[in-house]
């Protein structure tokens, strides 16, 4: 069940800017030059190494372990990935690395969980990778997908959010339209679908009006609609 937090008013201008990412270790700023810096528990904001040609960016994503930087032009670079040879210590930085050369469309958004990631395309395309435990790629079955591939049956997609789940490689995907409509799939457990749960099938919460955000925690969504007021459940 949803429950509106009325009264709430938050704006929602500039919600797709992406210019803060926060973790439990470290966080991400874009500075007005476009340029990712970290602010750490060790040291100040310092900007992080980059390629010539990378910056200017226009989005972060910070997750524990790995940092994701969306350029101007709509490539995606990575990193401080986990497990590779140039992981650094969390408030160093190693310069980030073009990935997923597979994807012929520009990136708007890249969010990853523990087990999964999502991609919007500057398109409204939403592409998804990475295990499939609970059909949280949002595709018949539970095979894993590499590399990424897009969702059937989604379009016009601006906003994406991924949850992690109790379930061994499980975790949730939320989407948003442009007609401000909230599509659910994967692990439904602690009601965080806001449905009935039909793993692996992409379908819209019913009962909001028109959303203009969304973010996905472990065990709790929360939607901004178009008039300020926060949703959860």
């Excluded at 926060?22 to 970290?38: E, F, K, N, Q």
């Amino acid at each position: 069940r949803q429950m509106c937090i009325r009264d709430s008013h938050l704006p929602v201008e500039g919600r797709s800017m992406h210019r803060l990412a926060p973790a439990s270790d470290s966080t991400l700023v874009l500075d007005a030059d476009g340029y990712a810096r970290r602010i750490g528990k060790r040291a100040g904001a310092h900007r992080i190494p980059t390629p010539d040609g990378a910056a200017p960016f226009s989005g972060v994503f910070r997750r524990e372990g790995m940092d994701c930087l969306i350029g101007e032009s709509g490539a995606l670079w990575l990193s401080n990935v986990a497990g590779e040879a140039h992981r650094q210590p969390a408030e160093d930085s190693a310069p980030p690395v073009k990935r997923f050369s597979n994807m012929e469309a520009d990136i708007s958004q890249a969010v990853f969980s523990l087990w999964h990631g999502l991609i919007v395309t500057r398109d409204g395309e939403l592409w998804s990778w990475g295990r499939n435990a609970t059909g949280q790629l949002g595709r018949e079955g539970t095979a894993d997908t590499s590399p990424w591939a897009p969702i059937p049956g989604l379009s016009r997609i601006v906003k994406a959010a991924v949850g992690d789940s109790i379930h061994p490689a499980g975790g949730y995907s939320l989407a948003l339209d442009t007609d401000g409509v909230v599509w659910s799939w994967g692990d439904g457990n602690f009601s965080v679908l806001g449905r009935v749960n039909d793993r692996g099938r992409p379908a819209p919460v019913q009962g909001l009006p028109p959303i203009a955000d969304i973010s996905a925690g472990y065990y709790h969504v929360i939607a901004l609609d178009t008039s300020g007021d926060l949703w959860v459940w």
